[in-house]
């Protein structure tokens, strides 16, 4: 089926993504409602999961069971992560992953961890599309201008909230110079390969740093970073022709 998959697991997230998808088709996989229907100028799938992270048994059969039935050309999840760096970042600047760095999967010796996962390299024609970020303009709430950082991004099950552990995983992975973490994009990543979808994508607001979250502004700041996060997916999106190619590819695909 010649459709982009988009995939929610907050409930910021699912209220951001909603207000830019048009709407058109309700449908259900085992039981758990989605929606067909498109976003910008492209046909699209949505699935909103009830929990965050879809390491998790329950998300990672459903998206999984979506993806087989659906076949799209591309999944693409939206949503919150944690910026790496306050003096260079803020909330409410978009990250796109170039890789993703799982940390899960470890080795603990008496000097150091080894992580046993290998960076994984998103899709090659999303990449593309979602560098192509110097004519959005978003400006946030207090006036400044929300800016994209690419590159890698660590992903793993557990919800950091820990200034030291935050830092340990920036240092351990220093080499590919996170730009910050989320909890999904191993999921994504292991159903997208699984059922022989190349191209994926994670695009994410920066929400906090990885500590302190449960300040007084967890609930805008999250409003904020995924109102961003999908204002600038809806932008590449309604970019013309811009997927056009990868529709034509798949169609030739599926023929």
Known sequence: MNIFLFVTANEHEREAFEAKFIREKECFISAKTYYMGSFGNYPAAYIHMEEQGTTSPA??????????????????????????????????????????????????????????????????QLLNAFREYRDWDYYLSN??????HIGSVLTGSRLVNNYEFRTQLLRDFADNKPIGGEMEAQGIYSISRLHGI????????????????????????????????????????????????????NKIKRS
């Open 143 to 148: 006036s400044m201008k929300s800016v994209v």
């Open 198 to 249: 190349s191209e994926w994508i994670i695009v994410k607001g920066i929400c906090d740093w990885g500590y302190n979250k449960n300040n007084p502004n967890k609930e805008k700041d999250q409003e904020i970073a995924a109102n961003a996060a999908v204002d600038y997916c809806y932008h590449i999106f309604s970019r013309s022709g811009v997927f056009d190619s990868l529709v034509k590819k």
């Open 59 to 124: 998300a990672t059969l459903l998206v999984g069971e979506l993806v087989r039935e659906l076949e799209p050309i591309a999944v693409v999840m939206v949503g919150i992560a944690f910026g790496s760096d306050e003096s260079n970042q803020k909330i409410g600047d978009v990250l796109v992953s170039d890789k993703i760095l799982p940390y899960d999967s470890q080795k603990i010796l008496e000097d150091k961890i080894i992580y046993k996962e290998v960076p994984k390299e998103v899709g090659f």
